[in-house]
């Protein structure tokens, strides 16, 4: 080999490592923990209807990120905990308001930054013509990030009213 061709190949060679050096793969993204996100989703609804259901208005709306936005029934929408507070504060003037929830699910980003609750709810107040227990049956949803510090917080929810279930056959 001759003392040019044993330069260039000397030199081709520390080029190629160079720019193998400069293109490392950055490390892998740690795999996001699905069933974690869940079950803290879960855990936080369980509460959130728990606090509720105790008309503790406080702590139903502690649940709220900042900036949270409520979506219900056509109504002007909700946006921060302050406002959400006020509303809940009325719907717990009622003494029968209550909320159960049914067939949940959680949905995790790929990210694991967010998540989406999804239930189906029958919530129990007092009808105001007639004064007796009236169940409202509709869709829940709601929307969480993950906030500095890894505490779970609603970002946004939606109720959606839907007709009664039929009456079971018997």
Not at 72 to 97: E, I, Y
Not at 102 to 123: C, H, M, P
Request: charged share 20%.
């Amino acid at each position: 080999m001759t003392r040019t061709r044993l330069v260039f190949v000397a030199g081709a060679a520390i080029a190629a490592a160079t720019v193998a050096a400069c293109s490392k793969t950055p490390p892998a993204e740690p795999e996001v923990d699905t069933a974690k996100v869940v079950a803290a989703v879960k855990a936080d609804v369980r509460q959130l209807v728990a606090d509720f259901n105790a008309h503790d208005a406080p702590k139903a709306v502690s649940h709220d990120a900042p900036g949270m936005v409520g979506m219900f029934h056509g109504a002007p929408n909700v946006v921060g905990p302050d406002a959400d507070l006020a509303q809940t504060k009325q719907q717990m003037a009622d003494p029968l308001a209550k909320v159960e929830v049914s067939n949940e699910t959680v949905d995790v980003a790929d990210s694991g930054d967010l998540a989406v609750y999804r239930a189906t709810y029958a919530f129990t107040t007092t009808d105001p013509h007639t004064k007796k227990p009236a169940v409202e049956h509709g869709n829940w949803l709601i929307g969480y990030s993950q906030q500095p510090g890894g505490a779970w917080k609603i970002i946004w929810n939606v109720v959606s009213d839907t007709p009664a279930p039929a009456p079971a056959k018997g």
